[in-house]
C-alpha cells in the first residue's frame, strides 16, 4: 500500500504545484508588477531541476500521484522537456500537467509531450488582440492561439483555457470565449481575480463573481448547465456540461464560493519554498535543508511534518494584509 499525505483537517494531498521559475515574458497585471519581480534583472537561488526532481521524487513516495509544472512562465526555463522526462520516470507519478501562457508553446509542444506532459491549462484573458497586448502588458495573441493549435495537434488533452474575468476589461467577452471553446474543442474555466499581492489586491475593484459568470453563460447558450460528476481533473473548479453537448464549462470561485473543504494541494516555488496555501502565508523552506545535505528520509518527514501547518482555509477577504506581499507569478498559481 502506498503511503499517502494527510493534513490536520483529513485533506489527502495528493497534488503539487512545482514552479520552475518566477520569470514571465507577459505582465498581466494581476499576477505580477509591470516591472518584474526581479527589476535588478537579478533571477538567484532557483532550485535545479536536480533539486526540484529530488522534492517530487520524496513527495511521490509519500503519495502524490499529480505534478503541474507552473511559472512565471515555465516555457521561459531552458530544457522544461528534459525536466519532465526525468520526474516522469518516477514510479506513482500518475500525471504531468503544464501551465502556461502558450506563448512559446508551438516550439516546444511536441517536445513536452514525448516527454510526458499530457495536457495543459493555458492562461487567455482576451480574444481581441490589442486588448490581449494591453492586459498582459506586450502579449501576442497570435502567437499564443498558434501554442493552443500546436497542443490539439500533438494530442495534449484535455486543453484548458483560463480566463481572469475582469470587470469593465473584459467582462463583455464571457460569451466569445464560450463560444471559441466550443469552436476550438476546449474547456473554458472562468476565474475571480484573487487578493494575492500588491498586484492582485490592486484588481479587486474589478472581481467579477463567479455566480454571475454562470448566469451569463447559461442565458448565452440557452440551455441548462449540468454539474460535472465523476472522475476529472477539475483542481478547484466547478465545473458544468452544456446540455445537449461535451463541452465543459468551470468557474474557480476562490472569493465568492471557496473550495478550501476539499483542497488537496501544495506548492513549491522555483526558490524552493512550501506553500500550503495560496490566501496564507504558511510556508516551509526546503532548499536549505536540501542543500545542507538532508537525507532522503529526513526530507520526507519534512515534507510529512509541513503538511501539519497546512490550514483549513483561506480568509482572503479578512486577511488581505498578510499575504500581499505574495506575488502570484512567485506561488506558482
Known amino acids: 500500500m502506498r503511503k499517502s499525505l494527510i493534513d490536520p483537517f483529513n485533506r489527502t494531498i495528493d497534488y503539487v504545484r512545482v514552479s520552475v521559475t518566477d520569470k514571465c515574458n507577459y505582465r498581466c497585471g494581476y499576477c505580477m508588477p509591470e516591472q518584474g519581480v526581479h527589476p535588478d534583472g537579478v533571477h538567484s537561488e532557483y532550485l535545479s531541476y536536480d533539486e526540484l526532481a529530488r522534492i517530487i521524487k520524496a513527495f511521490v513516495d509519500l503519495g502524490v500521484a499529480k505534478i503541474r509544472i507552473t511559472g512565471g512562465e515555465p516555457l521561459v526555463r531552458k530544457n522544461l522537456a528534459g525536466f519532465v522526462a526525468q520526474i516522469k520516470a518516477f514510479d506513482g507519478l500518475e500525471d504531468i500537467a503544464l501551465s502556461t501562457n502558450a506563448h512559446y508553446l508551438e516550439r516546444e509542444a511536441e517536445a513536452l509531450t514525448l516527454a510526458g506532459v499530457t495536457r495543459a491549462n493555458i492562461s487567455i484573458d482576451s480574444l481581441r488582440p490589442a486588448r490581449f497586448k494591453n492586459i498582459t502588458r506586450g502579449g501576442d495573441l497570435e502567437k499564443v492561439l498558434a501554442g493552443v493549435d500546436k497542443a490539439l495537434e500533438v494530442g495534449m488533452k484535455p486543453i484548458k483555457f483560463n480566463m481572469v474575468v475582469m470587470k469593465g476589461t473584459n467582462d463583455d467577452e464571457i460569451e466569445a470565449m464560450v463560444d471559441y471553446g466550443i469552436q476550438k474543442g ?5 476565474i475571480e481575480t484573487m487578493p494575492i499581492g ?71 516555488t522555483a526558490k524552493g519554498i512550501l506553500a500550503l496555501c495560496l490566501g496564507q502565508a504558511d510556508s516551509v523552506d526546503l532548499r536549505t535543508p536540501l542543500r545542507n545535505g538532508i537525507t532522503d528520509e529526513a526530507l520526507q518527514q519534512l515534507i510529512v511534518d509541513a503538511m501539519l501547518k497546512k490550514p483549513e482555509k483561506h480568509f482572503f477577504n479578512e486577511n488581505v494584509h498578510n499575504i500581499e506581499f505574495r506575488q502570484m507569478v512567485q506561488l506558482g498559481g
Open 198 to 268: 500588491p498586484a492582485g489586491v490592486g484588481m479587486m475593484e474589478q472581481h467579477y463573481p463567479a455566480d454571475k459568470i454562470l448566469a451569463r453563460i447559461k442565458k448565452h447558450v440557452g440551455v441548462d448547465l449540468i454539474p460535472s460528476t465523476g472522475k476529472s481533473h477539475d483542481g478547484p473548479a466547478r465545473n458544468f456540461i452544456i446540455a445537449g453537448t461535451d463541452t465543459r464549462i468551470g468557474v474557480i470561485s476562490a472569493v465568492s464560493q471557496h473550495f478550501c473543504a476539499t483542497c488537496n494541494r501544495v506548492r513549491l
Open 186 to 190: 476546449v474547456e473554458v474555466r472562468f
